[in-house]
Structures are given as structure tokens and as C-alpha cells.
């Protein structure tokens, strides 16, 4: 194959890749509605089975932050796709998502080193979602939404990262 060939090719594929990088992030509002708060469920539903399995007071006391923070946000997405009249996913559907969302223990891990770990990760990709989402959008109730979620989400970052370094 040709240099000229392989140049063209490359730069096809890397246009490719940007597109699909892109499209991964222009999510509709229904779709960015559907996403958090499917995220939303699953740091809940992690942050219930956190709070019960955990001996540490810290874990507990991170978790019930989590769960106050991220059920406040979801009903405040429930009340903005009442608003702007998006069709919602049925809520089955968001909870099955939510289940495939929350992360699985492994035996070799304790629970709490694996909750705090996923945590970490799993809260990084809602920060920059959001913050994906406030620059994107052309919506005010969904930018007001990711503006006033993010504060949030980056102290939720920042108390996971305590106790990641802690353990």
C-alpha cells in the first residue's frame, strides 16, 4: 500500500473515531435525561448495598451523602422531562440499566476498596457528562440542571478520593 493510501486511510479512521467521539457526547435531552438518571439509580442503588455490607463510618457516611445527593437530582430530571415533555424511558427499562451500571465485587477485593474504587470512576464519567452537557446543550432548564449538579458530583469525587486513600 502506498504511503499516500495509508495517509488517507489514517486520516479517514481518525475522522471516524472523531465523529463517533462526538455523537458519543451530543446526547438529545431525552437522552441525557434517560443516562443520569439511570447513572443516577445506579450510585444510589450501589450507595443502599454500600451503606449495609460496610463496617467503616466513613463509607456510611459518604454513602448517605451520595443517596440524599443523587435522589434530589433525579427528581429534579423527572421534573424537567415533565417540563419540557420528553418521552422517558419506561422506568423498568432505567432500572435495568441502572442494575448493569453498578459495578461487580470481585472475591479477591474487599467491598469497600472496590465501592470506593468504582465510586472514583464511576463519578468522574458524571462530571464530565455534565460538563459535556452545560457546554452542548441549547436547553436552560438541562445546562441549569449540569451547573448546579456538578458542584456536587465533584465533592462526591473528592470524598471518594479521601477514603481511595485512605484504605
Request: overall charge negative; charged content about 25%; glycine content about 2%.
Amino acid at each position: 500500500m502506498s504511503w499516500m493510501a495509508t495517509r488517507l486511510r489514517n486520516a479517514g479512521f481518525a475522522t471516524l473515531l472523531g465523529l463517533c467521539a462526538t455523537n458519543a457526547f451530543a446526547q438529545s435531552p431525552a437522552e441525557f435525561v434517560n443516562e443520569a438518571s439511570a447513572q443516577g439509580m445506579a450510585d444510589i442503588e450501589a450507595s443502599r448495598l454500600a451503606h449495609q455490607k460496610t463496617a467503616s463510618k466513613e463509607v456510611k457516611d459518604y454513602t448517605i451523602v451520595v443517596i440524599n445527593d443523587r435522589t434530589t437530582a433525579n427528581q429534579h430530571l423527572a421534573k424537567i422531562a415533565k417540563q419540557l415533555d420528553l418521552p422517558v424511558a419506561p422506568r423498568e427499562e432505567v432500572v435495568d440499566k441502572a442494575k448493569a451500571l453498578i459495578p461487580e465485587i470481585k472475591d479477591d477485593t474487599s467491598f469497600d476498596q472496590a465501592y470506593v474504587d468504582s465510586q472514583v470512576k464511576t463519578t468522574q464519567e458524571a462530571i464530565e457528562q455534565l460538563q459535556q452537557q452545560a457546554q452542548t446543550t441549547d436547553v436552560p432548564q438541562i445546562k441549569a440542571f449540569a451547573e448546579e449538579t456538578l458542584p456536587k458530583l465533584q465533592n462526591h469525587l473528592q470524598m471518594a478520593r479521601a477514603l481511595q486513600a485512605s484504605r
